[in-house]
């Protein structure tokens, strides 16, 4: 059972750092482009005046890649309700690297409002059973427009200036292939460096990971995935068992 002292700071530190480990989203990226001919057009309204109630609501949602509560390590939940003058409800659930889920208490965010809650603090006041120390994040609501929700995990390691930040982004429909790529870094012996791999989907599917040298050598080998699985691999690891070098 997940088990944290009570007494911790929770003030929020957004400090850009140095890469310690890559996510790498196993999900689409959605683009658009203007027409033949057409050209850009440039919105400076403040976002929370342009999203207003525009229909029946309907059902969203979306997924962070990642989250943590290891020692040493604590996330926060950063979660903006876009809508103007209408309150959102957001029910944010946590996977375990299984794909099994623990849902927290629902949140009531008013309009143009950020929330942040701490993991630790909402999965003690959940009383959820979580034997988990890493995963996943969904969270659930209903509105009139998918983009009702900005949100984000904020990653921190406590007693230094280090932050990571995770965006969620709706479910994607109709993907059937694509790739992400990244880099590693190990600057020290002493460096720890992390693949995340996360299906967010609720079927398995089947990822070819392929690992670089900066000479350009390569190494690879197949990462299967469960339905809402997550996948952390050790770089460090990875190039002993490729044979390859560098930092």
């Not at 929020?12 to 890559?22: G, I």
């Not at 889920?101 to 909402?122: K, N, Q, R, T, Y």
């Not at 690992?211 to 080998?221: A, F, I, N, P, V």
């Not at 068992?241 to 560098?246: E, H, S, T, V, Y």
Request: charged letters at 20%; glycine letters at 8%; proline letters at 7%.
């Amino acid at each position: 059972m997940f088990r944290r002292p009570a007494s911790r700071r929770t003030s929020h530190r957004f400090v850009t750092s140095l890469s310690l480990f890559t996510v790498l989203r196993l999900c689409a990226v959605c683009f658009s482009q203007a027409g033949p001919g057409s050209e850009p057009q440039h919105d400076n309204t403040p976002q929370v005046s342009r999203v207003r109630h525009l229909g029946v609501p309907a059902s969203f949602e979306q997924f962070a890649p990642y989250w943590t509560e290891e020692p040493g390590w604590h996330s926060d939940l950063q979660l903006r309700n876009n809508l103007a003058g209408q309150e959102l409800v957001v029910t944010p659930a946590l996977r375990r690297a299984d794909g099994a889920e623990v849902s927290l208490a629902p949140m009531v965010i008013p309009p143009g409002v950020v929330a942040a809650v701490s993991l630790h603090d909402a999965i003690m006041n959940s009383g959820a059973q979580l034997s988990a120390t890493y995963g996943s994040v969904v969270l659930r609501y209903r509105a009139s427009v998918p983009k009702a929700l900005n949100a984000v995990v904020m990653i921190h390691l406590e007693g230094h200036p280090v932050a990571f930040h995770v965006d969620a982004s709706l479910q994607p429909k109709g993907w059937t292939r694509g790739s992400r790529e990244g880099i590693w870094w190990l600057p020290r012996d002493t460096a720890t460096d992390y693949l995340v791999l996360t299906n967010t989907a609720d079927d398995s599917i089947g990822t070819n990971l392929v690992l670089r040298d900066s000479e350009g050598k390569s190494w690879q080998q197949k990462v299967p995935l469960g339905p809402r699985q997550t996948v952390r691999l050790s770089a460090r690891s990875l190039l002993e068992k490729a044979g390859l070098r560098g930092s």
